[in-house]
């Protein structure tokens, strides 16, 4: 069966709520289609200790403020999902879940969206899908060689599983640190990096790092000087567990080894460790698969944006997927505006 809207957004998380919120406002028919079977996008997976960086008020998509969790200055992932079911349901957002988009193709003046329940005819496209089903994990010598557990930041939730066991966390940015703070005391932990960890200061949250990444957008479009954004100010937030398990030494990072052996990792100079476990705290790739028809994708993985907008695609347009898609897109607090402005842009477009 083939159905016909003006807008289809694939993805029902934050970026794709955002975009429903703002095509809503301007009276433009569209359709979200979530492959989650519930609300709350990638929130729903995290692991058991996760909270925001910011204050509630400082995460809020467009249109409604997050309520304060009781308790917590910093709201964990639950209430972030209750959050986004709650906005969802609000504003009437047209979600269709459990809808996986396999494919899109250019169908004359429109585009085709191919799921695994029907298409979609439609007149523009929105990107939603985020990085969370596309972990990556460097190509480190001997991966195949262990016979330990290996895992990613999307397999892992609490610290119990791995009591008393030797535990690697790979990775210097904020889920290496995080979980290997929440590992602390639990597991033989030893956590590496590639370069030793850079923690911003500790009165540092969300707030100042989206404030970072406008200003750095501004001063590029701007033409003048690259402020450096976040990147300027550090990698990892020093949120109070971090903080606390930094304060008491478990935090000692070592560099990163150069390839893993049977029964652990290995180290330049030749020195070893036992190991039960690698984690891998070591960042996503976009899921852009279902348009790779279009052939869109250049070197890096990436389809070349003006803002969202595809350059060589106009009908598509790409959201959350971090600063190449708008500053600080990647967060609750920051997808609000560059989803508005790719609203107005297929206003324009379908007027």
């Known amino acids: 069966m083939t159905h016909r809207t003006d807008v289809v957004v694939i993805g029902g998380g934050q970026s794709g709520l955002a975009a429903g919120y703002h095509l809503r406002r301007l009276g433009i028919e569209h359709v979200i289609l979530d492959a989650q079977t519930a609300p709350g996008g990638a929130w729903q997976h995290t692991w058991d200790s996760l909270h925001l960086f910011s204050p509630a008020p400082y995460s809020s998509l467009p249109g409604r403020l997050m309520p304060p969790q009781p308790g917590q200055l910093y709201p964990d992932a639950d209430?972030?999902?209750?959050?986004?079911?709650?906005?969802e349901k609000r504003y009437e957002l047209p979600v269709?879940?459990?809808v996986w988009a396999?494919?899109?193709?250019?169908d004359g003046e429109y585009l085709r969206v191919q799921t695994d329940c029907g298409s979609w005819q439609t007149r523009a496209v929105v990107s939603a899908t985020g990085t969370w089903t596309r972990p990556f994990i460097p190509a480190v010598p001997g991966r195949r060689e262990f016979t330990g557990r290996q895992l990613h930041?999307?397999?892992?939730?609490a610290p119990g599983e791995f009591a008393g066991q030797r535990v690697i966390v790979v990775g210097g940015g904020n889920?290496?640190?995080?979980?290997?703070?929440?590992?602390?005391g639990t597991a033989e932990l030893t956590w590496v990096t590639q370069r030793p960890p850079r923690y911003l200061a500790d009165d540092i949250d969300g707030r100042a790092l989206f404030d970072a990444a406008t200003a750095r957008r501004r001063a590029l479009d701007s033409g003048r000087t690259d402020t450096g954004g976040v990147a300027s100010l550090g990698d990892i937030v020093a949120v109070p567990p971090v903080r606390a398990a930094r304060d008491?030494?478990?935090?000692?990072?070592?560099p990163m080894f150069t390839r893993l052996i049977a029964t652990g990792i290995q180290?330049?100079?030749?020195?070893?460790a036992e190991v039960d476990a690698v984690i891998w705290c070591t960042g996503f790739r976009p899921a852009l698969a279902p348009f790779s028809a279009l052939r869109l994708r250049g070197a890096r993985g990436h389809i070349a944006t003006e803002g969202t907008r595809a350059?060589?695609?106009?009908?598509?347009?790409?959201?959350?997927y971090g600063d190449w898609t708008g500053p600080a897109s990647a967060t609750l607090i920051g997808v609000g505006r560059p989803a508005r402005d790719a609203a107005l842009q297929i206003h324009d477009l379908l007027t």
Do not use: C, N
């Not at 930041?153 to 939730?157: A, E, K, P």
């Not at 180290?267 to 070893?272: E, F, K, L, P, S």
């Open 311 to 320: 350059i060589d695609e106009p009908r598509l347009h790409l959201l959350g």
């Open 79 to 87: 209430h972030v999902v209750a959050y986004l079911a709650d906005y």
């Open 102 to 106: 396999e494919s899109v193709h250019r």
């Open 175 to 184: 889920s290496g640190a995080q979980i290997a703070a929440d590992l602390a």
């Open 153 to 157: 930041t999307v397999q892992y939730r």
């Open 248 to 254: 008491a030494g478990f935090l000692m990072a070592k």
């Open 96 to 98: 269709q879940r459990g």
């Open 267 to 272: 180290w330049a100079d030749g020195t070893r």
